[in-house]
């Protein structure tokens, strides 16, 4: 196995590695010569699963990767229009929300002007294990790639994203069958457009939305079921004042309240982010279902308030038990596929939940500064990004925290490096302040 040395790898190249990578760059710059960025994909795309042509981001173009730490960097998303003479039409759309499309062309531009942190797509992480010396002194970490290389470092950033939710009760469905949303876009282009597939949407996720209204270009001769628990579809419960809470300042808060303040705040916020559909969306698709009834029916229809009780395959597809919440009547929907906009597991993603074991831990916490908790003297640190909606709010796997998070770990390494962070390491359970990763309520 061939094995090389950096000082600090990233794992994942998506906006939270993107957004470190450029706070190394401007803040650290000798750390970020021997810094790597690596990736599974050939190619950097923001949620290339759903990067339809006419989605929109759901925040402002000014949370990019840098502007809220740093609004001069040559790295800002304004910057990006400017150097690619896109500038005048964006400012002429009067928008602050940019196409999926354009958010992803941004971030490859800031991946093809790093000047000093390296990156290497088509790179698939197998597994990372803890390196220790003779003393047991955890030094640090062993990257094993899919091509049976392996890259060794002292700091760590991972920064994959969640895991996709399969509800159990379709797990046990044959992959053929089934299409989360992180894959719409790849798996769909694959089949045949003429076919008349049936199909279930499941969910009542924006992402659900989204799918069930781009079969109509994608698959349009498909019949499709939208299935879901909810009553209806409903907006998004956000406001000036919920998006506060936002806020990269709110972290601070957040993470000194306490387990039941923030469950509350989870709890009552969840609605801001989770199972419903921006205004837009929902305007769209209540139009289609109007000119629908109008006079151009499509055989699409809406199922509320069910639930998938069972699953099975049959010759011809697969057949969904749907038992209605308000009767208790129990029906089939029998479907050639079924895509689900069910989101993502709640629990701290498998790589890292391997790596806690790999190094002992009973269970994952994070300091302020996203540093896994140890519970032992260490060479070495390891960053989560992402993965601590329980501990730094409900904001922590989306844009509007990345920039200062980026400069927070960044500066939290130079002090590891020059031994002033060692006071605050393993600390954080004393004083209850971190609670275990995965375990929000919302």
Not at 352 to 370: F, K, N, S
Request: proline share 4%; hydrophobic share 40%; aromatic share 6%.
């Amino acid at each position: 196995m061939t094995n090389r040395e950096v000082e600090l790898l990233a794992v994942g190249a998506g906006p939270s590695n993107l957004g470190l990578a450029v706070a190394l760059e401007e803040l650290a710059p000798d750390l970020a010569e021997n810094s790597l960025i690596i990736d599974r994909c050939q190619r950097i795309e923001w949620q290339r699963g759903m990067l339809l042509p006419w989605a929109t981001s759901q925040v402002s173009f000014l949370k990019d990767l840098v502007t809220q730490r740093n609004p001069r960097s040559k790295f800002s998303f304004l910057n990006h229009l400017h150097a690619t003479g896109r500038l005048d039409d964006f400012i002429n759309m009067g928008s602050f929300t940019p196409y999926r499309v354009e958010i992803s062309e941004y971030l490859r531009w800031v991946a093809g002007s790093l000047t000093k942190v390296g990156k290497e797509l088509g790179r698939d992480c197998v597994s990372i294990e803890p390196q220790r010396d003779t003393g047991g002194t955890l030094t640090g970490w062993r990257t094993t790639l899919a091509d049976d290389t392996s890259i060794s470092s002292r700091y760590l950033a991972i920064g994959i994203g969640r895991d996709p939710h399969i509800p159990q009760v379709l797990a046990g469905l044959p992959a053929n069958r089934i299409i989360h949303s992180t894959q719409f876009r790849q798996r769909v282009a694959e089949l045949p457009k003429e076919r008349p597939y049936r199909i279930a949407v499941v969910g009542s996720s924006q992402s659900a939305a989204e799918m069930f209204r781009a079969l109509r270009d994608d698959l349009p001769d498909s019949e499709v079921a939208w299935v879901m628990r909810a009553i209806g579809l409903s907006g998004d419960e956000s406001s000036k004042f919920t998006n506060e809470l936002y806020y990269p300042s709110f972290v601070d808060q957040f993470f000194a309240a306490r387990p039941e303040a923030r469950e509350q705040i989870l709890r009552e916020m969840h609605r801001t982010n989770y199972s419903c559909l921006t205004p837009a969306t929902l305007e769209s698709l209540y139009e289609d279902r109007y000119l629908d009834r109008l006079g151009r029916p499509t055989g699409n229809r809406l199922i509320t308030m069910v639930d998938i009780t069972a699953a099975r395959e049959v010759a011809d597809g697969v057949v969904l038990e749907l038992t209605d919440r308000r009767t208790g009547a129990v029906t089939e929907l029998r479907r050639d596929l079924v895509l689900l906009g069910t989101g993502f597991a709640r629990e701290t993603p498998r790589l890292i939940r391997r790596l806690a074991d790999a190094i002992g831990l009973d269970r994952v916490d994070v300091t302020r500064q996203y540093r896994l908790i140890l519970d032992e003297p260490s060479a070495a640190a390891c960053y989560l990004q992402g993965a601590n909606e329980a501990t730094h709010g409900i904001a922590d796997s989306l844009l509007s925290v990345l920039a200062h998070r980026a400069e927070e770990i960044t500066r939290d390494i130079l002090a590891h490096r020059a031994g002033r962070a060692d006071r605050d390491h393993g600390h954080a359970r004393r004083r209850g302040e971190a609670v275990a990763v995965g375990q929000s309520s919302a």
